[in-house]
Each structure stands twice: as C-alpha cells, then as structure tokens.
C-alpha cells in the first residue's frame, strides 16, 4: 500500500503530542524537526548510531545534522511529499532512544 | 600547545590539493566542505561510522548532514576559529574512508 500523509485525525492523535515534547514543524515543509543535545559527542553518535539502525530496517531515513553534542533531526516521507506515520514511529524512537 | 589557523605556505601547500579534489571553502568563513554521494544509507552510515570514530579518538569533530545515501561533511577548528592542520587530516582520512 502506498505511503500517505497523515490524516487530520492522525495529525490531532498522534503527531499533536510529539509537538508538546519538544518537536516543531518545519516552516513551509510538512516536516517536524527536533533538536537533541547530549553530554559528548560519543552520546550523540551512539543517539545517531541506534537510530540509524533502526531507519535502515524500517527503511525510512531521517535528515540530519550533527556538530558535536548537538543532532538536530528533521523527518519527512518522501513518497508522500509529507509526514506518514512512518515519521510518527522513527520520531517516537528518537525519543526513546535519546533518554 | 595551542591550535593555530593554517599559515599562507600551509594554505599552499597542504589545503590547495584539497580544494583540487572537491573540497570547497564555505562562504564567509574560514571552513571547508565536501559533499559526498554514496549507493544507499548503509554506505553513507557506513562511512560516517568510521569518521566517527577517527574524530573522537583525535577530540576534532565534524559538522555534517546526511540524508539517505548524501553527506555534507563541513570542517574547521573551533579553538582557533579556522582551519587548523586538525581539519587536513580529517578531510584526509574522509577522502579515504570515501574511497
């Protein structure tokens, strides 16, 4: 089945609490955003390492930047030229991982 | 002893062939970049792993952006805010690990 953007009701369930834990949309991109800062940069790429993992076998990538202590990660579906709950899932992981 | 910028003779002799083999100096800084394309994120994790590890062991860190198979991989010296002979060893060892 196709990958599709989230529904509005999607977006009210399941993207709404990612945005009150610390991800923001990105400015004229239906894309969230979320900036993770570590206490080294060993912390920050064994964040980047475990999701990198996990992306792969999802195969659904994120786009980021790392100077550092700092990862700032930016998700977004390809296919659908916007958010799925493909984003919601690697977001979520992100977290856990980042704990 | 502390970092230093490159001198002019180091500028001619060590970073010149650098920017001979596609890598460019960032506008308005004293930085270089390079991007980098490889078969898919496997590689392009693959080789950042590998940066990684040679930039933590050397305490000199990149600041870099990947999205699947591309990475941007963007160098300079915070302590001395320029380019030291840090960043032509680890551009070198990028060129390597790329290869």
């Known amino acids: 089945m196709a990958v599709t953007t989230l ?3 999607q977006r009210e ?3 709404k609490p990612l945005l009150s834990s610390g ?3 990105v400015e004229n991109r239906d894309a969230i955003i979320k900036k993770y800062s570590f ?3 060993n912390e920050a790429f064994g964040f980047m390492t475990r999701v990198a993992l996990k992306a792969d076998k999802a195969d659904h990538h ?3 930047f790392n100077v550092y202590n700092r990862v700032e990660v ?3 579906t390809h296919d659908c030229q916007g958010l799925s709950t493909n984003d ?3 977001a979520t992981f992100c977290d856990e991982a980042a704990k």
Chains 1, 2 share one sequence.
Do not use: A, Q, R, Y
Request: aromatic share 14%.
């Open 23 to 25: 991800w923001e949309m």
């Open 62 to 64: 994120p786009e980021w």
């Open 39 to 41: 206490k080294d940069f």
């Open 74 to 76: 930016t998700l977004s």
């Open 88 to 90: 919601i899932e690697l």
């Open 13 to 15: 369930k399941i993207l």
């Open 7 to 9: 529904t509005t009701e």
